[in-house]
């Protein structure tokens, strides 16, 4: 079983639709979670940053860590054809062999159709 | 400010070479990391160092190896190429080794793509 799993896609929606993306994890020292966004051939650029279980939002964007369930989702209000890219999970622990790198979903690949 | 910088952008080689990649982190930033992201994957961790001492690494083999300068840059060396090496390498520079608080993010440089042929 991977650490992370992420479904890939490809997601396609309208764009004004709302989007949610899901990554589960099985490695219950991760502590912070993360969304990356990843433009095709560019570097990912972090969206959004959570520490252990709870909301957080940042204006179209909110993330959601549940730690009972190692679950974690972005949702996407009002999507545009901008935010068209590959969004990444990404988790890290904070103690001992697992402070200092994260551990990344596959990534899955959105498209917002105008 | 800048952020992270890596060159070179893009890089073709042939079996068998040796490949060198740069990374300068973002200003005040003391830990660089290395990651290599092969198309259709998430990104996958090769080496940490902090105050130029590796910290940490991945499950790679030996051929690969980096180092980090005093002013915290970093080079990423790869010898004898294989066809599977070909990928996004990507460095990832934050302010210290672990996560301890959320000042302790992770940017990424925009990577360096490398063909190898």
């Known amino acids: 079983q991977k650490e992370v799993e992420q479904d890939p896609g490809p997601l396609s929606v309208p764009e004004g639709a709302i989007v949610s993306l899901n990554c589960t994890y099985s490695n219950s020292a991760f502590q912070y979670f993360m969304w990356y966004r990843q433009y095709s051939r560019k570097g990912p650029e972090l969206l959004m940053y959570?520490?252990?279980?709870g909301n957080k939002e940042d204006g179209r964007f909110t993330a959601q860590v549940d730690k009972s369930s190692k679950y974690i989702s972005l949702f996407i209000r009002d999507s545009q054809p901008s935010d068209s890219a590959t969004y990444l999970c990404?988790?890290?622990?904070?103690?001992?062999?697992?402070?200092?790198?994260?551990?990344f979903g596959k990534g899955t690949l959105l498209t917002v159709n105008p | 400010d800048a952020g992270v910088t890596q060159s070179p952008t893009h890089l073709i080689k042939t079996r068998g070479q040796h490949v060198t990649l740069r990374c300068s982190p973002i200003?005040?930033?003391?830990?660089v990391s290395w990651y290599q992201q092969v198309l259709g994957q998430g990104p996958q961790f090769i080496f940490q160092?902090?105050?130029?001492?590796?910290?940490g690494r991945g499950n790679f083999p030996d051929r690969f190896s980096a180092r980090q300068f005093p002013n915290y840059s970093s080079e990423l060396n790869v010898n004898a190429l294989l066809l599977g090496d070909s990928a996004l390498y990507l460095c990832?520079?934050?302010?210290?080794?672990?996560?301890?608080?959320?000042?302790?993010?992770?940017?990424f440089g925009e990577g360096s793509w490398l063909t190898v042929v």
């Open positions: 990832a520079s934050s302010l210290s080794r672990g996560t301890g608080n959320s000042g302790n993010t992770i940017y």
């Open positions: 200003s005040g930033h003391k830990s």
């Open positions: 990404a988790m890290i622990g904070n103690s001992g062999g697992s402070n200092y790198k994260l551990t």
């Open positions: 160092y902090y105050e130029k001492e590796e910290r």
């Open positions: 959570t520490y252990s279980s």
